[in-house]
């Protein structure tokens, strides 16, 4: 049984597109789209670039999440972990990150840094309770 979905995506980032590094893994890793290094003060945020633009089809959401070797090793989060990537939005897809350590943490070009999990949703309608 094929349980697949399509998403189109333009990727000016120069690294492979998003991909699943196992058979089972759910997530597929995002890398950062970076012209030079950025570092993430302790206790500060930015938002990274991932150098991709999809279209999610409707019906369906992509989940941006904290990598978990990055969090216990680093201390660095998804800071609205998970983060919602609407069908509707068509920007690049950036990643807005925290340092929770108490040290520097630098991120280069190509340093993977999140991942995405794509999710079916419902639409709900509301029913006055009685």
Known sequence: MNTSVIIKIRNISGHPDPNYGTEGSAGMDLQAHLEKCEIILPMHRKTIKTGLFVEIPKGYEMQVRSRSGLALHHGITVLNDPG??????????KILLINLSNIPF???N????????????EKVEWNELQ
């Open 110 to 121: 190509g340093d993977k840094i999140a991942q995405i999990i794509v999710q079916k949703h």
């Open 106 to 108: 630098t991120i280069k």
């Open 84 to 93: 919602t990537i609407d069908s509707d939005y068509r920007g690049e897809i």
